[in-house]
């Protein structure tokens, strides 16, 4: 199975397929260090000659704003997601009441539904509440739809913990919520850093709930400002691919260092119990 | 486990707010939308007169909704087939135990962690018809002419320029199923693959005839979170192309989301909202029933 010949032609296809991989974030680079007058039509391919920051100072400019809104965003869904998505979990996966297994897999439904069923009662509700067109009507809004992801990755990590483990607790005399303080909360790390990182990348790049919500461009997320910024008619691509590096960056930091509960989120996002 | 019942109390005085709150701003809201979709209601005018299944009617017989149903379908055919093929074949590459594996699977995936609104603005830079790819051929000498997402031609009910869409979303998620197949493989013991060895089986024998079969609960995992995907595609077509030249790259998602927000006619985007629902229920509910028919007590 590992004889010479194929594991030089696996090398050579992995290296081959992790050009191509590679290859649009080349030309994301390469066009957004290019001075302006070098971006023409028919050189896209070339290296940069002239190395510029013109597009990142000016797509910085236009989305610094933007990017505040990003993390304004993220920060308290991120936060409220772990703290709901904790105790649901935790509800759910070791103390068994009636209907249970009915309410999760219906709480399990809501995070596969195309969120384009529930916009227009949405924004009528938010509307009424006076958070439309709000951040706050957004941080609401992710809150609630990341509430089933995330008692979904506390659920299955809870679920293998040993039951002995809660019982021992009860047995002290601590009671249901005693028992998630002392005992559930200070070994929930794991999953904690999952929901973080599967809130924080979802909402950053979420742009459906935000283009509806969020109208005025002050308060517009980075991804619907970048879509604005690249929407224009004006073709500066130099600025257009700096702004999607700029919006692509955090996101693209939390995967490089934070790699294996990304992918852990990732497959627990497939729903496997 | 132990668990006396007034304590089971407390822990339903969390469940069950969160899960209201949910079941309002999922099923209700889903409720309200199906009430819209029959209703004549152009989000203004306070006017709700049923009108019975009119909108969907409508819907079925106007140009761009059958277009988008079929966009939808071809999307989601070929985007699954490209990401199981090759996540599958990426994950192989990998199981070998490449030296440099980390390096390998972490380019393979960091699209995954993009907003599909940044994969859009850049393929919509690479693939444009003068500048992209078109032009990198034309610097090879070659004559390249294709049209990408700005063409036209079809192939039977296939739009061409769906092509565009369908090489940028996969690129997006190849590494999902890539990572997926390869938690897969990891967790096949070493023994069943060292005994078919010893036995004589060649590799193309032991993929045919062990790791493929071993990996079909996690292929259908992930055709479900495919389809699931490709079926609601909203962002990346909005970022990348629009609806096209004769809605060639439209999709309900977008249809929705024009003729909602920006053309004002709510009852018929409530109509089209509650199809891509029924749609994907239509993947989603018995996925669901079987996995966690398996855990009822």
């Known amino acids: 199975m590992r004889s010479r010949t194929s594991v030089v032609v696996k090398y050579f296809l992995a290296i081959l397929c992790a050009l191509l991989f590679l290859f649009p974030l080349y030309v994301l680079l390469n066009t957004s260090l290019k001075p302006f007058s070098e971006v023409r039509i028919s050189e896209m391919w070339i290296p940069a000659q002239h190395i510029s920051s013109e597009g990142f100072v000016e797509s910085f400019s236009k989305l610094r704003g933007n990017l505040l809104n990003s993390f304004l965003l993220v920060i308290p869904v991120s936060f409220f997601s772990i703290l709901f998505g904790s105790l649901n979990g935790y509800v759910f996966s070791k103390w068994k009441f009636r209907f249970s297994n009915l309410i999760f897999a219906l709480i ?51 679920a293998k913990l040993p039951d002995e483990l809660l019982e021992a607790g009860m047995l002290d005399g601590l009671g249901i919520w005693g028992v998630f303080r002392r005992i559930i909360g200070p070994i929930s790390a794991p999953a904690t850093v999952v929901v973080l990182i599967w809130q924080f990348t979802s909402v950053w ?69 | 486990m132990y668990c006396p019942k007034q304590e089971t109390r407390k822990g339903l005085l969390v469940v069950l707010p969160l899960s209201a709150v949910l079941f309002v701003f999922v099923y209700g809201f889903i409720l309200w939308s199906l009430k819209v979709s029959f209703s004549a209601w152009d989000g203004i005018l306070p006017n709700m007169n049923f009108i019975g299944l009119e909108n969907y009617r409508r819907l079925f017989s106007s140009q761009r909704f059958v277009t988008d149903l079929f966009n939808t379908l071809y999307f989601t055919l070929f985007f699954m087939v490209v990401c199981i093929v090759g996540g599958f074949f990426l994950s192989y590459l990998l199981y070998s ?50 049209g990408w997402f700005t063409s036209t ?18 690129w997006q998620y190849l590494g ?10 990891r967790g096949i013991p070493d023994q069943i693959i060292e005994s078919a060895e010893l036995d004589g089986a060649g590799e193309f024998r032991i993929i045919r005839s062990i790791l493929l079969p071993m990996l079909k609960p996690i292929t259908f995992s992930a055709m479900i ?30 249809f929705m989301f024009e003729t909602t927000f920006r053309g004002n006619h709510y009852a018929e985007g409530a109509a089209i909202s509650i199809i891509m629902l029924l749609l994907i229920a239509l993947v989603i509910i018995p996925y669901l029933y079987s996995t966690f028919r398996g855990e009822e007590t």
């Not at chain 1, 257009?240 to 990304?262: E, R």
């Not at chain 2, 079809?154 to 996969?170: D, E, P, T």
């Open chain 2, 153 to 170: 031609q079809s192939f039977g009910k296939f739009n061409y320029a769906l092509i565009s869409l369908i090489i940028a979303a996969s």
């Open chain 1, 205 to 273: 790049n979420d742009f459906l709930f935000a283009v509806v919500i969020t109208q005025k461009p002050s308060i517009q997320p980075i991804t619907v400002a970048l879509q604005n910024l690249a929407g224009s008619q004006v073709i500066e691509w130099n600025v257009q691919m700096a702004g999607a590096l700029i919006a692509a960056i955090p996101t693209l930091l939390v995967y490089i260092f934070l790699g294996k509960y990304f992918i852990r989120g990732l497959l627990a996002g497939s729903v496997k119990g």
């Open chain 2, 176 to 185: 999902y199923t890539m990572a997926m197949f390869l938690a897969g493989l």
């Open chain 1, 108 to 158: 399990i439904f809501g995070m596969f539904i195309p969120y384009q069923s529930i916009l227009i009662p949405l924004v009528q509700s938010l509307n009424k509440m006076g958070l439309y067109g709000h951040l706050k009507g957004l941080i609401i809004t992710h809150i609630i739809y990341g509430l089933p992801i995330s008692t979904l990755m506390f659920r299955n990590y809870y």
């Open chain 2, 225 to 254: 979170v495919l389809g699931h995907i490709s079926l609601k595609i909203f962002d990346l077509a909005y970022a990348m192309t629009g609806k096209g030249p004769a809605f060639v790259t439209d999709f309900p998602g977008l």
């Open chain 2, 97 to 146: 135990r490449l030296r440099a594996e980390a390096l390998f699977r972490t380019i393979y995936l960091f699209p995954l962690s993009l907003s599909f609104v940044v994969t859009g603005v850049l393929w919509r830079w690479v693939l444009s018809p003068e500048v992209g790819v078109n032009a990198l051929f034309h610097m090879l000498g070659f004559k390249a002419s294709f």
